[in-house]
Nanobody
C-alpha cells in the first residue's frame, strides 16, 4: 500500500481544512487508517483513525473539531479539521495497517504504511 497525503496549507485561526490520504492497492478497504501529526520540536501524536468497518477514534483533545471519514470505492480517507488553532500547526501524516485492533488505533507502531506528510499552518 502506498499513501499520498495532501490538502495542507496556510489557514487562519478558526478556519477549516480537509486533508486527503489517497491509497493504492485493491485491499485498502480492509485497512485501518490513522492520522498523526508532528509539530516542530515535539513528538508525533495521534489525531484520529478509522477502522475498516467505519469505527472511528480520536485524540481526546481533538474530538469534536476533527473528523475522519473514508470512501473505500475511491480508496481515500479524509481528515476534516474545523475551528483550527495555532497549536494545530504541524506536519500531518496518514498511516495504514491491516491488523490494527481497536485498542491500538492510537499507536504509531500498529501501522505498516505511512504517507509523506502534508504541512498545516494555522496563523493570522
Amino acid at each position: 500500500v502506498q499513501l499520498q497525503a495532501s490538502g495542507g496549507g496556510l489557514v487562519q485561526p478558526g478556519g477549516s481544512l480537509r486533508l486527503s490520504c489517497a491509497a493504492s492497492g485493491s485491499t485498502f478497504s480492509r485497512y485501518s487508517v490513522a492520522w498523526f501529526r508532528q509539530a516542530p520540536g515535539k513528538e508525533r501524536e495521534f489525531v484520529g483513525a478509522i477502522r475498516y468497518n467505519g469505527h472511528t477514534a480520536y485524540a481526546d483533545s481533538l474530538q469534536g473539531r476533527f473528523t475522519v471519514s473514508r470512501d473505500n470505492a475511491e480508496v481515500t480517507v479524509w481528515l476534516q479539521m474545523n475551528s483550527l488553532k495555532p497549536e494545530d500547526t504541524a506536519v500531518y501524516y496518514c498511516a495504514a495497517g491491516s491488523r490494527v485492533i481497536s485498542s491500538s488505533l492510537s499507536r504509531g507502531s500498529a501501522y505498516d504504511y505511512w504517507g509523506q506528510g502534508t504541512q498545516v499552518t494555522v496563523s493570522s
